[in-house]
């Protein structure tokens, strides 16, 4: 599920077939006297080190008791209905996600509450959201992909973990505002915070200094 570069470039491509060719073409007779006569050299290795396996962290775990969705939804009747939600407070109060044309079904399914769901009807688990998230910022999914978007925060083996979109983003109220390390199943990783970062405060100014 993870991005993985693809270990052999070009580079090591054009090198693997001129070192394939050479010595083929090279006439037995020019050897050296004495010494073995080398087999074509058919692959050549990459000078530089592999590059670091990439893992997918995990997605910021569900609140208590939240998950599975279907333990209350399965028996509920189904309402597609845009309004005011009775229940999960907590997402609706902080819905900002182009909440103009945009609404809970968008994502979620309403028939199998435990997934969520791409434009097409398609069921999406929650472990790939990035799917979600790509079919409208395909710029940035893309950008992600190759490793490019999502790489400003560093934080501890940055390099090689991978974050999900919603290890940065809270999907109902996505704009970036700073993330916060956490722990789920046992290994750290970060979840969106929901109020910005404090900023750094501006150095004092000496007549602030005394307190
Ligand atoms: C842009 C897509 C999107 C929209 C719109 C959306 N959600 Fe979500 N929602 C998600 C994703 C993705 C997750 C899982 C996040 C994760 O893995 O941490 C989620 C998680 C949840 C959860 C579990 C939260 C928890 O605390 O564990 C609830 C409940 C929920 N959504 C309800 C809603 C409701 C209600 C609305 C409408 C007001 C809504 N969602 C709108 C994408 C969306
Ligand atoms: C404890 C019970 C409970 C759980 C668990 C629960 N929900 Fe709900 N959910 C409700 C209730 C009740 C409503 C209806 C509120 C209303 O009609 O005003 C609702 C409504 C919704 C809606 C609005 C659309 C609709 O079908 O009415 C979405 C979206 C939603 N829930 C998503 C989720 C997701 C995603 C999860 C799991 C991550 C989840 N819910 C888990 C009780 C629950
Ligand atoms: C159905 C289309 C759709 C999906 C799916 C979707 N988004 Fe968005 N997203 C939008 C729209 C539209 C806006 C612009 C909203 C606005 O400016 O109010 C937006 C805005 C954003 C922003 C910028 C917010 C800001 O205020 O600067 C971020 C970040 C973002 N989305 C992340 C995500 C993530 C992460 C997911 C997957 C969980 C996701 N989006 C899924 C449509 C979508
Ligand atoms: C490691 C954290 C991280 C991950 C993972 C991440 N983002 Fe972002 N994202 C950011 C930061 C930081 C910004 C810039 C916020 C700013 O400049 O205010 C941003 C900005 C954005 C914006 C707003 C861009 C704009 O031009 O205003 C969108 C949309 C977005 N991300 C979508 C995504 C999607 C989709 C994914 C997953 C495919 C994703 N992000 C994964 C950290 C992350």
């Known amino acids: 599920m993870g991005y993985v570069r693809p270990r052999i470039g070009p580079l090591a491509v054009t090198v693997a077939v001129a070192l394939a060719i050479v010595p083929a073409g090279a006439p037995a007779a020019e050897a050296a006297p004495g010494s073995t006569p080398k087999a074509p050299a058919v692959k050549a ?56 044309q945009r609404w809970c079904l968008d994502c979620h399914d309403l028939q199998n509450r435990d997934v969520l769901r791409l434009a097409n009807g398609a069921p999406v688990p929650f472990t790939e959201s990035y799917r979600l998230c790509g079919q409208c910022h395909g710029d940035k999914y893309r950008d992600w992909r190759v490793g490019v978007h999502g790489k400003r925060v560093g934080h501890w083996n940055g390099e090689k973990t991978y974050f999900l979109c919603v290890n940065c983003h809270n999907p109902h109220s996505p704009r970036f505002k700073g993330v916060q390390e956490i722990v789920s199943g046992g290994k750290k990783t970060v979840a969106p915070t929901l109020t910005y970062l404090k900023p750094e405060p501006r150095p004092k100014r000496p007549e602030e200094q005394r307190r």
């Open 45 to 100: 290795t990459r000078p530089e080190a592999k590059p670091p396996l990439l893992v997918q962290a995990e997605a910021p775990p569900f609140s208590e008791g939240i998950y599975p969705c279907s333990a209350c939804h399965a028996g509920m009747p189904k309402n597609g209905t845009r309004r005011e939600l009775v229940f999960h407070d907590e997402q609706q109060s902080i819905f900002d996600h182009g909440a103009d």
